[in-house]
């Protein structure tokens, strides 16, 4: 039995609870953080983006068909399927940042999207 708050589960509140206690004490320090101190926080955070997504999602698909139906299902899985799809157009798009870039860097300037990025 799950107690509901604000249609979610406590359990699903426990995903954002375990982001905030892994990545707020880095806010705290005053040095040199590696990626391994954020790896945790960055697990947390995968697994609550799902949350977040599914909530938004099933929230959507409640506006058009208040009562669960055929159609509600179909319209779940296209916003689904949509969102997954962003997912991936947007890691093809800045997987050169992540892996290395192989060329020369001027083929890369359109990923610079705020003045602040080094590329």
Request: glycine residues 6%; charged residues 10%; aromatic residues 22%.
């Amino acid at each position: 039995m799950f107690i509901t708050v604000c249609d979610c589960d406590v359990t699903d509140l426990c995903w954002l609870a375990g982001w905030f206690l892994h990545y707020f004490p880095f806010y705290l320090m005053d040095r040199v953080l590696y990626f391994h101190h954020y790896i945790p926080a960055v697990m947390f955070n995968c697994i609550f983006s799902g949350v977040i997504i599914d909530y938004i999602v099933g929230c959507i698909c409640r506006v058009f068909f208040p009562t669960p139906s055929a159609l509600y299902n179909v319209l779940r899985g296209i916003f689904t399927i949509a969102v997954i799809s962003v997912i991936v157009w947007s890691f093809t798009v800045f997987c050169h940042v992540s892996y290395g870039m192989v060329g020369p860097r001027l083929e890369y300037s359109d990923m610079k999207w705020m003045a602040s990025w080094e590329i």
